[in-house]
């Protein structure tokens, strides 16, 4: 079936560090894939996708390639800020589908 | 624009119950899906609806159950209540057409406390 996985949190990074939260999946054909991020108090949105192999997908400082070989998709971002604190989510879906299958979230938390 | 809308944002219920729980989605949205979110298995599928239709349900027992309304207003109820059903309840809704866009827009959730 498909499935996503992702490293456990918490993290904890200070300002300006560099990030990488890792996340690799199982799945059939070619399925297109997502990080959603949770702030404090809100709901989740989306950070950022990739709909085909080694596509990148960017946003806010962010960035994941979509890795085939690796069946990988792991985010990065080269200096983190306070602001950045929240619970990241990969995600999987089929452009024909309609069901996103998540990982169990990763926690970032930077600090000053 | 407004986003989606959940209510009851927060409610207790004890062993035995049921719940019914509210959606409203972003105007013009055809699609509503709803999720459960706990610390341990992260976001858990549980049905989506399109035009009053359900398209997909996921794993869970038929205790679980929902249903959208011609307004495309969705509602989830979840009958017998069990201490696992404590979680927090995830509306999404997206953007018209049969085909997946691929971005989901999510309300801030109900959670669900059962004692």
Same mark, same amino acid.
Not at chain 1, 7 to 14: F, N
Not at chain 1, 16 to 30: K, M, S, V
């Given at each position: ?9 918490? @993290? ?24 959603y @991020?949770q ?5 989740l ?34 200096? @983190? ?6 619970v990241y989510f990969c995600a ?10 998540f990982g169990?979230g990763?926690?970032?938390? @930077?600090?000053? | ?42 976001l ?43 979680? $927090? ?8 057409? $049969? ?15 059962? $004692?």
């Open positions: 079936g498909n499935s996503v996985t992702q490293m456990e949190g918490p @993290v904890t990074l200070s300002e300006e560090a560099f990030l990488t939260i890792n996340c690799t999946y199982t799945a059939t054909g070619y399925p297109s894939l997502f990080w @991020v702030y404090p108090g809100e709901g949105q989306l950070l950022l996708k990739a709909t085909k192999a080694d596509d990148k997908g960017s946003n806010k400082g962010f960035e994941a390639t979509y890795r085939k070989e690796t069946t990988s998709f792991h985010l990065e971002k080269g200096s @983190v800020q306070v602001s950045d604190s929240a999987l879906t089929y452009p024909t589908g309609n069901q996103f299958y169990t990763t926690s970032l938390t @930077v600090i000053p | 624009k407004a986003g989606v809308t959940q209510t009851p944002r927060y409610l207790i219920k004890t062993r035995g119950q049921q719940v019914t729980l509210s959606c409203s989605p972003i105007s013009g949205h055809r699609s509503v899906s709803w999720y459960q979110q706990t610390p341990g298995q992260g858990q599928f549980l049905f989506e609806y399109f035009s009053e239709t359900q398209r997909n349900k996921g794993n869970f027992p038929g205790r679980f159950s929902g249903r959208q309304f011609s307004n495309s207003r969705s509602e989830m109820n979840v009958s017998t209540l069990e201490l696992g059903d404590s979680a $927090l309840y995830l509306c999404a809704s997206s953007s018209p057409g $049969l085909r997946n866009t691929g971005e989901l827009f999510f309300g801030e959730g109900s959670r669900l406390t059962v $004692l």
